[in-house]
């Protein structure tokens, strides 16, 4: 059964929705904890704990949240991405 335009359109439609989605959500947690360090930097100084300052802390999870998103990639390409393009290679 061959390959239609549609088949490969729709896959590729929802591998772009996917990238531009974590792409978004990545850039809204980078830009916004700049926009914090330029605008709000006496807050990131604030101690949460001993020796851990806010700064540090949203730092730090603006890092996790990178792997976190990776992660939510790969898991989705590796789950239903590869297997739409291995049935239409069939």
Not at 9 to 26: I, P
Not at 42 to 57: A, E, K, N, Q
Not at 81 to 90: C, G, N, T
Request: aromatic share 8%; proline share 3%; glycine share 8%.
């Amino acid at each position: 059964m061959p390959i239609t335009d549609a088949q490969l359109t729709a896959v590729g439609r929802k591998r772009t929705q996917m990238a531009v989605g974590l792409t978004a959500a990545m850039l809204v947690g980078y830009f916004g904890f700049i926009a914090l360090i330029a605008f709000a930097k006496d807050r990131l100084g604030t101690p949460v704990v001993p020796g851990l300052s806010l700064g540090i802390l949203l730092g730090a999870l603006v890092i996790v949240a990178a792997w976190l998103l990776t992660w939510r990639y790969v898991h989705w390409a590796n789950r239903t991405h590869d297997a739409a393009v291995a049935e239409l290679r069939r």
